[in-house]
């Protein structure tokens, strides 16, 4: 059986990411962007999830060859999205 290695497993990560996507990959408890994940960014929660759950592939592999990596609740995060402030409609009440 041929096992995919940590480079197919970034490759699969990097290849899902967009630089332009509003969702990105952090450690619940720790709020860090895990490894190999620093700086990506994912065009949608399906992908990000499917990022995620590559990313926990990944670090499950790594962790063969050091076993004191740390261990990450890997979430999906969404950038908050900024919306235009509405008008207040003042009413005249002499008329």
Not at 18 to 29: Q, V
Not at 70 to 79: G, R, T
Request: hydrophobic share 35%.
């Amino acid at each position: 059986m041929i096992e995919t290695t940590l480079v197919d497993l970034r490759e699969q990560i990097e290849a899902l990411s967009n630089e332009d996507g509003a969702f990105y990959l952090i450690c619940g408890r720790t709020g860090s962007q895990p490894v190999p994940t620093t700086g990506l960014r994912f065009e949608s929660r399906p992908t990000a999830r499917a990022a995620a759950w590559t990313t926990k592939q990944y670090r499950t592999a790594l962790r063969r060859y050091d076993p004191r990596l740390p261990s990450h609740d890997i979430i999906v995060c969404q950038e908050a999205i900024e919306t235009e402030p509405t008008e207040q409609l003042t009413v005249d009440a002499s008329e």
